[in-house]
């Protein structure tokens, strides 16, 4: 008998998201419907100030978030702030309204690959952007945007088009649900988070959000603080074994203690061509039942490949500018627990002015590595039945540095002059940025590398150069990558003035 399969293609999730708008928008309460928003790393930067020195009732370790819950968290602040977290304040601001401005970018860009943090483009090569302006009602919010460049998949030497920048968000009863075309930040680090990541190009999705992340009115959930939950079901492509699985993840992200951001979250990849996609199976997945089972021989009980864990950012005590953060994600299960971690762990501090900030970042990608310890090789980021791992478009969802790799970051920040450097070294497991076998006798080795960044502003236009080099001492011998380019992005709405 054929299996049942859930009839999801990307046509078909707009198409159902346009249905359920108009039956929530039929139903919905009185609140203001928004897009999705992920600051730069420089807004990021003084929106973690504001939570830190201001109080600020937002989570910062989960983007992106709906731009009306940044917005009522800004409205919350006391009018008079300190002039540095008046500036931090303005800088979040400017953010938000450019977000919602029509633009036009262009990027050129070198092929080889970099290291790519929070807020980076993981993706080599030239491409172009358009984006329209957003349109923001009562009950419905809609931007699109389009992105064309080169395909992202080593083995795909032709040109992706995608609608990067789009989203159709319709909301009621303080939730929101999306379609959009986009990438995400779920974690506290600043260089690499283990389960999504900016190295992959943005997928096709639909979900659904809280629309606020304030603490909740009711005596129950009062305790949790600043808070959002997530859920979501996106196409993944460019995936040949098996090809083009569905990538579902949802998270919780609380802050219960002013200084102690806490995140919950889950990611599985199920279905694809020649797997199981019926109904059943989806609920098993969900459910966490006999997933990452491991072994071929229960290959018809396994519905998908999932990916678990824990992440906390904590505050260092009063009048100290710094802070800690560890995520722990489980590559696989027992007993319904995430089990044989990979990890992040970090330290950041700011100058009193806020101009600055540094980071010390140390990522594990192989399973079973607390710092210090040998992995199990082949089991990040891998699954029998999912031979392509854990990618899209060909490249790591996670952590750019790829599987079984030990990556030492150093990075800082200059907010005023929007200028970011890291330091890198390490070892690479498989291959940087896009898939590769365990220990690719070309790819994979000890690795040092830096990489910078910078905005100018050149009338109504930002201009941002790039720079990234990277050694890796592979068995095969000595490879350097050096990936340098510039964007320049243009506000359309000021071809239109006088």
């Not at 649900?177 to 600043?190: E, F, I, K, M, T």
């Not at 150093?410 to 590769?436: F, K, P, Q, S």
Request: with cysteine; aromatic share 8%.
């Amino acid at each position: 008998m054929p299996e049942a399969r859930l009839p999801f293609s990307p046509t078909r999730l707009l198409r159902r998201l346009s249905a359920l708008a108009a039956l929530l928008v039929a139903t919905a309460a009185h609140a203001q419907a928004s897009l999705p928003w992920t600051p730069d790393p420089f807004e990021r930067h003084a929106l973690q100030r504001l939570v830190d020195e201001a109080g600020l009732s937002l989570t910062t370790s989960h983007w992106p978030l709906p731009r009306a819950a940044v917005q009522q968290a800004l409205a919350a602040l006391p009018a008079a702030l300190p002039p540095a977290l008046d500036q931090a304040r303005a800088s979040v601001q400017a953010g938000l309204s450019r977000a919602t401005r029509a633009q036009a970018s262009l990027t050129v860009r070198s092929h080889d690959e970099a290291l790519p943090g929070f807020g980076d483009d993981g993706a080599p090569g030239s491409q172009a952007t358009l984006r329209s302006p957003a349109y923001e009602g009562t009950h419905f919010a809609a931007q699109f945007g389009v992105r064309a460049g080169r395909a992202t998949a080593p083995w795909n030497h032709g040109t992706d088009v995608r609608l990067d920048e789009t989203a159709v968000v319709a909301q009621a009863l303080g939730w929101q649900l999306q379609a959009w075309s986009r990438q995400a930040w779920w974690g506290p680090g600043w260089q690499d988070s283990l389960v999504l990541g900016h190295n992959a190009p943005p997928m096709l999705g639909l979900g659904f959000q809280r629309a606020s992340a304030s603490r909740s009115e009711s005596p129950w959930l009062a305790w949790a603080g600043p808070w959002n939950f997530e859920f979501f079901i996106a196409q993944t492509d460019d995936t040949r074994q098996p090809k083009n699985p569905f990538l579902i993840g949802h998270r919780l992200t609380l802050r219960p203690l002013p200084s102690l951001e806490i995140g919950l979250t889950r990611t599985a990849q199920w279905g694809g061509e020649g797997r199981d996609q019926s109904l059943r199976s989806f609920l098993r997945m969900l459910g966490g039942r006999g997933t990452n089972a491991g072994d071929e021989d229960y290959t018809g009980a396994d519905p998908g490949n999932g990916m678990a864990g824990i992440d906390l950012r904590a505050g260092c005590p009063a009048g100290w500018r710094c802070a800690g953060y560890v995520q722990l994600i489980g590559e696989d299960e027992a007993n319904y627990m995430p089990s044989k971690f990979l990890g992040v762990y970090g330290l950041e501090h700011w100058s009193a002015d806020g101009r600055h900030r540094w980071f010390a970042e140390v990522a594990e990608t192989g399973c079973r590595m607390p710092v210090g310890q040998d992995a199990d090789k082949g089991c990040a980021y891998r699954n029998y039945a999912y031979g392509d791992g854990y990618t899209h478009g060909g490249r790591w969802i996670g952590a750019g540095a790829g599987p079984d790799s030990r990556l030492l970051t150093l990075g800082w920040l200059d907010a005023e002059r929007r200028t970011a450097l890291r330091l890198h070294a390490g070892r690479v497991g498989a291959r940087i940025g896009v898939l590769g076998r365990t220990d690719d006798p070309r790819h994979s080795g000890h690795l040092f590398g830096l990489t910078g960044s910078a905005q100018w502003r050149w009338g109504a236009a930002t201009i941002a150069p790039e720079l990234g080099w990277l050694r890796v001492a592979a068995d095969d011998g000595t490879r350097h990558q050096a990936r340098i380019g510039a964007t320049i992005t243009l506000p359309l709405d000021s071809l239109l003035r006088p």
